[in-house]
């Protein structure tokens, strides 16, 4: 028997054979969460999206909390305590449905539940993160302000001491669950330098007006939010961190989720793509049989693998405690930019369809242009790795 024979059939839908790498307990949570994203959000997406809202977002979040999908690579706390290539594969399936979703999944655990985690008090963890796990608590992450997104060591939310007291004033702009959430994260400006609070939204002097008229990430909640002399107890603090690097390395968490989730957005306008050539004619026969729409398609599969198989890469790193920030920069940086031309060359393919919500691909590509700039534009993390590279300091 010739070896060619013993070969495994080619898999269009893994060329690679990436699955190869997965473990069985990898499968199955990739598994679980696909399952969930096609029962509760492929049959209504394209409606909330054109609608603009999100409706029922405290009830998905509980069931996100019930598949183990919040803070999932926590430990302790009522949380999962996943590996990361396990939620990175969660933020592939998210995204592949809707990258609002996947932000949902991300602020929550990567954000707000991991700043707590990582940096709070244990009295702050035994009071948020189980009711966050278990998605009876929405958190949201305070840093983005309006005049100052990438430059957020100025950030003019600041808070004072006031007796025992912290009294915290600012505003913070484009935050994912802001309106809906029972918890936010806040970083300020104080005396000793940033620190991170941990802020119940029902006190007295928080408001969290929601942003309307965009055209991204339609079926997610965004908002902003309006600090107004809160005043919080003294332990209100986050106590482990000082400084920027709190802030940041719970953004380097959630950027390396994004790394995953972009590859979903792209999967699911790739694969509108495919079955569309194979089913669409023009002078008398399917579309996909054309040399032009199969180079498009051969190219498409190209990025798209390349990408997970990056995804799959810092994975591993992180989960062996070695993935760097330049790291995480460099795989957002591809995957997000790589995604939105997948997008576009899908919707070429897909001709005036393209634009029509009855597919996915044009909802996929107006939200990457959102993802594209959050969590760091292109610009910052260039620099970043421009820096690594350089070992000069473009920044300054």
Not at 83 to 92: E, F, N, W
Not at 138 to 161: V, W
């Amino acid at each position: 028997m010739s070896a060619s024979s013993k070969l495994p059939p080619f898999d269009p839908a893994d060329p690679l054979g990436i699955d190869d790498l997965l473990d069985p307990e990898d499968l199955a949570v990739r598994d679980t969460v696909r399952t969930w994203a096609a029962d509760r959000v492929l049959p209504h997406v394209a409606e909330w999206y054109e609608r603009g809202e999100l409706p029922g977002i405290r009830e998905l979040a509980r069931e996100l909390g019930a598949i183990g999908a919040l803070g999932m690579s926590l430990q302790g706390y009522g949380c999962a305590g996943a590996s990361a290539v396990q939620y990175g594969l969660a933020c592939l399936e998210l995204e592949a449905a809707d990258s609002g979703i996947r932000s949902l999944v991300s602020v929550q655990g990567s954000l707000a539940m991991y700043a707590i985690h990582r940096f709070g008090s244990e009295e702050q963890k035994q009071t948020w993160l189980p009711r966050m796990a278990s998605g009876e608590i929405i958190g949201c992450f305070g840093l983005t302000e309006p005049d100052h997104g990438s430059d957020p060591a100025s950030m003019r939310t600041h808070a004072k001491r006031d007796g025992g007291d912290w009294v915290l004033n600012g505003r913070k702009m484009w935050i994912t669950n802001g309106s809906v959430a029972g918890v936010a994260v806040v970083w300020a400006q104080t005396d000793d330098g940033i620190r991170g609070f941990v802020v119940p939204t029902d006190v007295t002097g928080f408001s969290a007006p929601e942003i309307k008229h965009k055209w991204s990430l339609r079926a997610s909640v965004t908002s902003e939010l309006v600090l107004d002399d809160v005043r919080l107890p003294a332990d209100a603090v986050l106590p482990d961190v000082v400084g920027l690097k709190g802030p940041l390395s719970c953004l380097s968490h959630a950027r390396y989720g994004i790394v995953w989730g972009a590859m979903g957005a792209a999967r699911a306008s790739f694969e509108a793509a495919v079955e569309y050539a194979k089913t669409r004619e023009q002078f008398g026969r399917p579309i996909g049989g054309f040399q032009l729409t199969q180079a498009k398609l051969a190219d498409m599969a190209v990025e798209l693998h390349k990408g997970i198989l990056l995804a799959h890469h810092l994975g591993r790193r992180m989960d062996a405690g070695r993935l760097r920030p330049e790291q995480v920069s460099f795989g957002k940086l591809n995957n997000v930019r790589e995604a939105i031309e997948i997008c576009r060359t899908a919707r070429t393919i897909l001709g005036a369809n393209g634009i029509s919500l009855e597919y996915p691909v044009m909802r996929h590509a107006t939200n990457l242009e959102s993802v594209l700039t959050y969590e760091g534009t292109v610009e910052m993390h260039q620099l970043v790795l421009g820096k690594a590279l350089t070992g000069l300091d473009a920044f300054r």
